[in-house]
């Protein structure tokens, strides 16, 4: 995981009152996932539909995603039908 994204979920876990109400519900849905260990195409486009849903992905969506995105690679999250 980059450095960088570690460094704002840190910050996101530190300091929720700078945090966007989505980006709470995308923590709550990805927090799902890596107990899981396993998200379905339909999970990941509600998140992606969280992150969006304003317009806008701020620094924690983003770094929320990005976290999201790195344990999909490293397969300690399964995409799953």
């Known amino acids: 995981m980059q450095i960088q ?27 799902q996932a890596i107990e899981d260990h396993k998200i379905t195409r339909s999970e990941m486009d509600m998140i992606l539909h969280i ?15 990005d976290q999201l995105q790195d344990m999909i690679e490293s397969k300690m999250v399964k995409v799953v039908p």
């Open 5 to 31: 994204t570690i460094a704002l979920i840190l910050q996101y876990k530190n300091n929720t009152m700078d945090v966007s109400k989505s980006a709470h519900r995308l923590r709550a849905m990805i927090d």
């Open 51 to 65: 992150a969006t849903e304003d317009g806008h992905i701020d620094k924690h969506e983003q770094a929320l995603l």
